[in-house]
C-alpha cells in the first residue's frame, strides 16, 4: 500500500531495565533504526511500564511537545515550574518544553504497575514558555466514537500543543465502523491499538501495532473485535 507505513508490535524496539519495560515504535535511547526516527512531527512514541515505586529522575528537555496518557495506574510529576501532581489512567498531560525544563516522573504505588503512552511531538513555535496542562477525560466519550484529546486550540476539546496536530481515543465494540476527516491538508495519522484488532483503509491491525498513512483525506476505520485505539493526526511537514 503506497503513502503507508506499518509497525508491527514485534518490531518495535525494546528495552527492559528491570523497572522500567519500554517499547519504542521510533528510534529512542540506545534503539536506533533510520527507517524509523519520527512519522512527520511525531517524534517518539513509548510504551513504557513502570514498577511499583520506580520512576524516571529528574531530567531536562527543550523545544518539544511532550504527552502523557497513563494506561493503568498512577504517574507522580514534578517539574521546574512547580508542578506537582499524580495523573492516572483517564487523564491526559501535556508540556511544553519551549526554552527548557526538568521533570521527574514516578510511580507512586508500592503495589501496582503504572503503564503510560508517552508521546513527544515537534513544535511549530521554538522557545516557548514552558508551560503545562492536565485534564481528566470523560471515558463514556469514545465509547463506539472517537474522542478528541489534542488539539492546536487552547479552547478546543482535550489539550493543546504548538503543532497542527490532533489526537483522538477510540473504543469500539466488534463491528462498530466510522470515519475520520483528516482536519488539516497535508498532514497525516498514526494509528496506535492498545488493544483488540481494528482495520483502517483496508489495513488489518492488531494490539501494539502502528500503522501510518498520508496524502488522504478520510480514514476508514471498522473495528474487528471490542477495540481501544489512538488516533495521531501530525504534520508531515513542519
Same mark, same amino acid.
Do not use: C
Given at each position: ?137 470523560? @471515558? ?94 501530525? @504534520?508531515?511537514?513542519?
Amino acid at each position: 500500500m503506497k503513502n503507508t507505513v506499518l509497525h508491527k508490535a514485534d518490531t518495535r524496539g525494546h528495552a527492559d531495565h528491570g523497572w522500567l519495560n519500554a517499547y519504542h515504535s521510533f528510534s529512542f535511547a540506545s534503539w536506533y533504526n533510520p527507517d524509523r526516527i519520527q512519522f512527520g512531527a511525531l517524534r517518539v512514541l513509548n510504551d513504557d511500564t513502570v514498577a511499583a515505586g520506580m520512576g524516571f529522575g529528574t531530567h531536562p528537555h527543550d523545544n518539544m511537545e511532550i504527552i502523557t496518557i497513563p494506561l493503568e495506574g498512577d504517574l507522580a510529576h514534578k517539574d521546574s515550574m512547580g508542578n506537582t501532581e499524580v495523573i492516572k489512567n483517564g487523564d491526559v498531560q501535556v508540556m511544553s518544553a519551549g526554552t527548557g525544563i526538568q521533570h521527574s516522573e514516578f510511580n507512586p504505588n508500592a503495589d501496582q504497575r503504572t503503564k503510560l503512552l508517552q508521546i513527544w511531538v515537534f513544535p511549530n513555535k521554538r522557545n516557548v514558555q514552558p508551560r503545562y496542562q492536565q485534564i481528566t477525560l470523560n @471515558p463514556e466519550e469514545r465509547k463506539n466514537k472517537l474522542q478528541q484529546i489534542l488539539s492546536p486550540n487552547a479552547d478546543d476539546a482535550g489539550v493543546w500543543i504548538y503543532q497542527d496536530a490532533w489526537f483522538h481515543l477510540g473504543k469500539f465494540d466488534k463491528g462498530v465502523a466510522t470515519t475520520y476527516d483528516l482536519k488539516k491538508a497535508g498532514n497525516g495519522v498514526y494509528a496506535f491499538v492498545l488493544s483488540g484488532k481494528l482495520t483502517i483503509n483496508g489495513q488489518e491491525l492488531e494490539t501494539r501495532d502502528g500503522f501510518g498513512i498520508w496524502d488522504i483525506s478520510t480514514l476508514d476505520i471498522k473495528a474487528d473485535s471490542d477495540t481501544e485505539f489512538l488516533l495521531m493526526e501530525i @504534520p508531515m511537514h513542519y
